[in-house]
């Protein structure tokens, strides 16, 4: 119960952590940061599926892998579309 309670917090204070340091960032670099931002969420895919796919983890487990494998999908596919919404902004016409 501790232990759930310390990630609770943890996870509270990324959330306040996350929200100032992209409130804060100039619309210049809001480009590079999704990229960046689309590969780790890349990865979070990754290690959803396979955190889901393993049996012998119980089904708390498999059910928050497949919030996190939605999630980090809805994040790439967005950002690929905001990137691709951009450089359609560069074309010549």
């Not at 409130?23 to 931002?37: N, W, Y």
């Amino acid at each position: 119960m501790d232990s759930l309670v310390m990630l609770l917090t943890v996870f509270v204070l990324a959330i306040f952590v996350g929200f100032e340091v992209i409130t804060k960032v100039p619309p210049t670099l809001h480009t590079p940061l999704m990229s960046g931002s689309n590969a780790i969420s890349g990865i979070t895919v990754i290690g959803a599926l396979l955190l889901a796919g393993q049996m012998e983890n119980p089904q708390l487990a498999r059910m928050m892998a497949l919030v996190a494998v939605i999630f980090a999908t809805i994040n790439v596919v967005g950002g690929f579309l905001v990137t691709d919404r951009m450089l359609k902004m560069f074309k010549k016409k």
